[in-house]
């Protein structure tokens, strides 16, 4: 089976210009088949803040109402998803900007109102990995953003963990996948101000355990589960950890089967 890396790098990496570099250029270094998946949740924030609105938070999730999906749809999909591509093309790796609707790659449904009305939040229903493939083997690079489409014609906001473990499931039935989460600390910390404390290994019971002691907080919560959810559905290897996760020496998670 060949291999792939599916890697997630989070938005408050990309806001920091030499970290991002940093990362960049070491995913520019990676030989093989290639995926990245990025997130901007904090730009998009800020953006919307500078034009007068308010953003609303639930455990790391946001409820996106229409102009906070307009600004989305401008922030992930245009300003930090055409950049990175230019940086990479700046790298010589070839790459291509996608969101959901793009290839119809990330089919989603809006997510059900229960207890919390998310907005246009979609929940990914399927991946086209057929076009996914087609890409990689002509030498392609995707970079998706965190916006899915649906079959009614829309554009939902969806967890750029969740479109990176999606993505990773779906192709690891074709290929032997590596699921990559890139972001600001070293992995899952066992105290979140110490950058040493990292937890090098964690499996389902620890995972249950690390909830119940609210070792775990915030985007953690919806990034474990993710993590968790790839592993069960056969994704190969999933790890975390900051910009320098794709070196080999470097102090990171990785998440075990059960
Ligand atoms: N135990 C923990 N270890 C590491 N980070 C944690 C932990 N608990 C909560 N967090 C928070 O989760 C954040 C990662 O989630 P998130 O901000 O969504 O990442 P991303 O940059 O990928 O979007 C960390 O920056 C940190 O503030
Ligand atoms: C539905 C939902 O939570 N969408 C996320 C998508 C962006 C994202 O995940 O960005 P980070 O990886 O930088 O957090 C959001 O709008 O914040």
Redesign the pocket.
């Known amino acids: 089976m060949k291999q792939l890396k599916v890697i997630?790098?989070?938005?408050?990496?990309i806001e920091d210009e030499g970290k991002l570099a940093d990362f960049l250029n070491d995913f520019a270094k990676l030989k093989g088949p290639k995926i990245l998946v990025h997130?901007g949740?904090?730009m998009a924030t800020e953006i919307a803040g500078k034009l007068g609105y308010e953003t609303k938070m639930v455990d790391?999730r946001r409820i996106t109402d229409e102009n906070s999906m307009a600004v989305i749809t401008m922030v992930y999909g245009g300003l930090i998803n055409k950049n990175i591509v230019a940086k990479l093309q700046n790298r010589n790796v070839n790459a291509i900007g996608l969101c959901g609707a793009d290839g119809k790659a990330i089919v989603s449904k809006k997510r059900p109102v229960k207890e919390i009305d998310f907005g246009f939040v979609g929940d990914i229903e399927n991946i086209n990995s057929e076009f996914i493939l087609n890409l990689l083997e002509q030498g392609i690079t995707p970079v998706f953003s965190a916006i899915s489409y649906s079959e009614t014609g829309e554009l939902f906001n969806t967890n750029?963990?969740s479109v990176a473990s999606e993505i990773a499931v779906a192709m690891s039935k074709e290929m032997e996948t590596e699921l990559l989460?890139?972001?600001?600390?070293k992995?899952?910390?066992?105290?979140?101000d110490n950058e040493t404390s990292i937890?090098e290994k964690i499996d389902a019971e620890e995972y249950q355990s690390?909830l119940e002691q609210k070792?775990?907080?915030?985007?953690?919560?919806?990034?474990l589960h993710n993590c968790f959810q790839a592993i069960e559905k056969g994704v190969q290897t999933v790890r975390l950890g900051d910009m320098h996760l794709l070196r080999p020496e470097s102090k990171h998670t990785k998440i075990l089967s059960s």
């Open positions: 997630k790098i989070g938005g408050k990496l997130g949740g904090n790391g750029a963990d989460y890139c972001f600001e600390k992995g899952v910390l066992a105290d979140i937890i690390l070792v775990i907080s915030d985007g953690m919560l919806p990034k």
